[in-house]
Every structure is written in structure tokens, then in C-alpha cells.
């Protein structure tokens, strides 16, 4: 029997000891959230396990007491200070194992979710997200729903009855918005060259930010695209609105939008939760490598801090710095690579900090991490250019990237990679 509370009794429902799982993302429960923040004393000895998404997530429940723990799978700004304290633990996950961690494996005493309003059969809606909420639920002794009048009701989403919760808090609190990224002129050039591998017919994946919004905006052209991703950006809605997203040549889900999740500005959160053409699925669905491979032509696009020479991928750490996550990048680059016809392309800009560092390297430095292997790399994109790297030998390779590395950098790593490779042949 679901129990009908205050946002500020639900904190008193916490003890030391607990595991609690937050839904995160654009489906975090707001008005619990601010209560915890409000009554420090509830978080005393408890772990929180958290979803954040970038750009997004702002709260740092680590932060809420000194004796409160976080265990996440991304490290967003907003939880540095605490992750640096030492209050955070960092697990490196694909998304697709994450979702099995948190079914099979984590300690979850409580889940504290977000829900849309139960319907005449006592059912509620996992709003705009649906991606990891099953696992957590399922795993839970105790749930605790923060049931939000604002969320809609998708036509294609799984719902939970009101029964499975314990106890229920009201709101009625707009979704949060992801600001849309501005697309410069590098943005423009990159995304003009991603467009540039994809044909009528293909099935994409993408994810947030000006990259990705650039080879989005560059499709206009295109017929019957599908998509199948973890989430729904904004440049989504667009072709979908010029009949160019169509489904009709998808191999699986024909027809349907695949996803997790949906966030950015209100008009496509408006528009994705009532659109009936959506199918919000798990994240061990739409991240399965098994899955993506039975999609004929699925072109994984994704981006990179670094890659070295070798082809290895760096989208996690920067100068021994742990600042994002593994993410579900690499789950869909070996999804591509399974696909037949498929593609994985990587898209970055060639340089940062206003051009002094190369994005492209010799080698993946000693404080970085290597996120997707050389035998996960298939197309590199930057503004210089296209790297088709799958099936070349070390050498073709090589000179392939330092072809669309920023120009005042081609030297010293050709020099570099001259070095490399006589070591790597034992010379």
C-alpha cells in the first residue's frame, strides 16, 4: 500500500548504512532532492549511487553530509570537490554494464525515482526516462517516488504501478532543460564531414553536444534515416519534422526512434513525450552490442578528448584528471563494427586550448586512460578531415590520423611516429 508523504518526511525514511539509487539525468526527483539538501543529518553514513548526466545533474549528493558517500559511473563538475575529498568512488563502466552492475551486482537498498501521475489503472510513467529505472527498482527493498503532475505519459514506455511504491511524494515541477550547444564554424566543418558518411537508409546514434548537433543539422538531404541511441538530442526532432528521420529501413524496431532518454529545450521535451513513434527501451537494449549488430547500416557517432596513433580513444581523463565517464561510446563503436554496413565514426576538434594541444597524440599519456581500443577504431573525423582506419596496417594508420591532425602539429608527430613504430618492429 503506497503511503502519501511531505517532500520533507521523505529524508526521516534514510538511515546509516543505506545504499540509495537516484534516478538521474533529466528524471532526478527534484522536490526529494531539495529536501535533502535541507535535512543534512538524513544523509549520515549513507551511500548514494547516481546517474548524472553533463550538463544537467547539479546536485552533489556526496556534499549533502560530511559522513555521506557517493559511488557513480561519471564524475560531472558539480561532484569534483567531493570526488578530490575522497567521498566519491568512481566505478569505469559501459553502459550496457552498468545496467547488469546495478540489476545484478550493486547494493541497492532504496531506490528514489521519478514518476509521472498513476493513470485510471494505477499506472505511472517513467516520464522521459526510462534507461536505468528497472534496474534500480527491481534491485530496491524500499521505493521511494516523487510522482511529478508535469511528466507526460509516452505512448511507447513501460510503466510501474503505483502499488510497487512505498511512498509517494507529489509535484508538480517542470522537467529540467540541457542548454542546447552553439555550433561555431569548426563545429560546422566537422559535422559537414560526419554527414558526409552517412546514406538514405542508415540508422544513426548520437549524443550531446555542438558536434553532434552540426552533422545532425547537415542531414537535410537524407532519406529514411532511423535512429537508435541512448538518448534524443535536439537536432532529432527537426528531421523528423522534415521527413527525413523515417524509420522505414531499419532492419529492427522498423518505424520506431529508439532510446533511453530525451533531453534539451522544452520544445523536444514537449514533443518526445507525446510522440508515438518513440520507443523508450533499457539501456541493456538500446547499448547491446547483440542488439546493434541485427541493425543493418547503424552509424555510431561519438567524440573523444584524445586519441594517440595507435588509434586508441581517450574520452575520460585529461592531464591525470578523471573529468567525465566511460560512458556508452564504446558500446555502440563495436555495435557499428558488428552492424553489417555499419560505421563507427568519432568526431572531435583537432586541438584545444585554443589550438596549443594537439588532440591528436603519439601516444595515450602515462595519466590518461585508454576508453575504446585500436580495435574498436573505425573513421576519425575532425575538421581537417576523414580517417577510415579499419583493416589498415600500424603504418597506414597512423599517417591517416596525422593527416587530419592540425596542421602545425603533422610534423612532430610523424616525427614521433617514425620513433614508435621502429621500436614497435624491434628496431
Known amino acids: 500500500m503506497t503511503k502519501w508523504i511531505a ?54 549528493y556526496a556534499s549533502f553530509h560530511p559522513e555521506a558517500r557517493t559511488l557513480t559511473f561519471f564524475i560531472s563538475a558539480e561532484m569534483r570537490d567531493s570526488f578530490k575529498a575522497g567521498r566519491i568512488d568512481f566505478v569505469p563502466v559501459q553502459h550496457y554494464q552498468r545496467y547488469l552492475y546495478l540489476r545484478d551486482h550493486a547494493q541497492i537498498d532504496t531506490a ?87 546514406k538514405d537508409g542508415d540508422c544513426i546514434e548520437t549524443g550531446i553536444g555542438a558536434i553532434p548537433n552540426a552533422a545532425l543539422a547537415a542531414l537535410g538531404e537524407r532519406n529514411d534515416l532511423g535512429v537508435h541511441s541512448g538518448m534524443i538530442p535536439e537536432g532529432i526532432k527537426p528531421l523528423v519534422d522534415r521527413g527525413v528521420i523515417t524509420g522505414a529501413a531499419k532492419t529492427i524496431d522498423k518505424g520506431k526512434i529508439v532510446t533511453g532518454f530525451a533531453a534539451g529545450s522544452r520544445e523536444l521535451m514537449d514533443w518526445s513525450g507525446r510522440c508515438p513513434d518513440i520507443a523508450f527501451r533499457t539501456a541493456d537494449y538500446t547499448h547491446d552490442v547483440a542488439v546493434l549488430g541485427r541493425i543493418d547500416n547503424f552509424v555510431a557517432i561519438n567524440s573523444a578528448v584524445e586519441v594517440d596513433l595507435f588509434c586508441q580513444l581517450n574520452s575520460e581523463v585529461v592531464g591525470g584528471r578523471q573529468i567525465s565517464g566511460t560512458g556508452g561510446s564504446v558500446d555502440f563503436m563495436r555495435g557499428a563494427l558488428r552492424s553489417k554496413g555499419g560505421r563507427g565514426i568519432v568526431a572531435f576538434t583537432a586541438t584545444a586550448a585554443g589550438g596549443k ?61 617514425q620513433a614508435q613504430y621502429r621500436a614497435v618492429r624491434g628496431g
Open 112 to 198: 528514489i525515482i521519478q514518476l509521472g501521475p498513476p493513470d485510471a489503472d494505477g499506472m505511472c510513467s517513467h516520464g522521459y526516462g526510462l534507461d536505468f529505472a528497472p534496474a534500480i527498482l527491481d534491485k530496491a527493498s524500499l521505493v521511494i517516488a516523487e510522482i511529478n503532475a508535469a511528466l507526460p505519459s509516452p505512448p511507447d514506455m513501460a510503466k510501474v504501478p503505483l502499488s510497487a511504491v512505498d511512498y509517494a511524494v507529489r509535484s508538480d515541477i517542470l522537467v529540467q532543460l540541457l542548454p542546447v550547444a552553439p555550433i561555431d564554424d569548426v563545429a560546422h566543418r566537422i559535422g559537414a564531414h560526419v554527414a558526409s558518411l552517412i
Open 7 to 60: 517532500a520533507e518526511e521523505a529524508p526521516a525514511l534514510l538511515k546509516p548504512g543505506m545504499h540509495v539509487a537516484i534516478a538521474g539525468g533529466v528524471m532526478e526527483p527534484q522536490a526529494i532532492l531539495a529536501a535533502l539538501q535541507a535535512a543534512p543529518e538524513a544523509s549520515r553514513g549513507v551511500t548514494y549511487i547516481a546517474n548524472p548526466l553533463p550538463g544537467m545533474s547539479k546536485v552533489d
Open 357 to 417: 594541444i594537439s588532440r591528436i597524440v603519439p601516444q595515450i599519456p602515462a595519466d590518461g586512460v585508454t576508453t575504446a581500443l585500436r580495435t574498436d577504431a573505425d573513421y576519425f573525423v575532425t575538421e581537417y578531415g576523414i580517417a577510415r582506419v579499419r583493416g589498415l596496417p600500424l603504418d597506414a594508420a597512423a599517417q591517416a590520423l596525422i593527416a587530419i591532425a592540425a596542421p602545425q602539429f603533422r610534423d612532430q608527430l610523424q616525427e614521433s611516429w
